[in-house]
């Protein structure tokens, strides 16, 4: 990482030297290929990848899995996005809305307040 501090990642491997350099091409390397594909020449270019991969690369953060799973609140806005469809922001519509994401108006109150979303009056 930039700041060298290193993190532990699982790598795939295969016994055999031929059958890992063959996959080592296809994965690692196409990747690789990828990520400089985009030359940030005139503009920063800003790559997030999600795999499981040690790159010959430095990288300014590495996140869990879990850190990058949106909240219920950001999936309800983009499919409503998505979809053409308006997305309410009052905890009752919402839960009427998408039952399947909000099982409860106070499940949608609390998500509301930890989003920091304006309250509609």
């Known amino acids: 990482m930039a700041d060298g501090v290193g993190r532990a990642i699982r790598q ?9 350099t063959v ?40 996140d869990e899995w879990r850190d990058a799973q949106p909240d219920r609140l950001t999936v309800a806005t983009a499919e409503a996005g998505l979809h053409g469809r308006a997305m309410p922001f009052a905890p009752g519509d919402m839960h009427r809305a998408r039952a399947d994401l909000w099982y409860t108006v106070k499940a949608a109150e609390r998500d509301l307040e930890k989003s920091n979303t304006p309250q509609p009056l």
């Open 23 to 62: 996959r080592w091409s296809i994965t690692e390397g196409g990747v690789l290929q990828a990520i400089g594909r985009p030359r940030g020449v005139r503009r920063a270019v800003r790559i997030t990848l999600l795999a499981e991969l040690a790159l010959p690369l430095t990288v300014a953060t590495v």
């Open 12 to 20: 795939p491997r295969h016994p055999d030297p031929f059958v890992k």
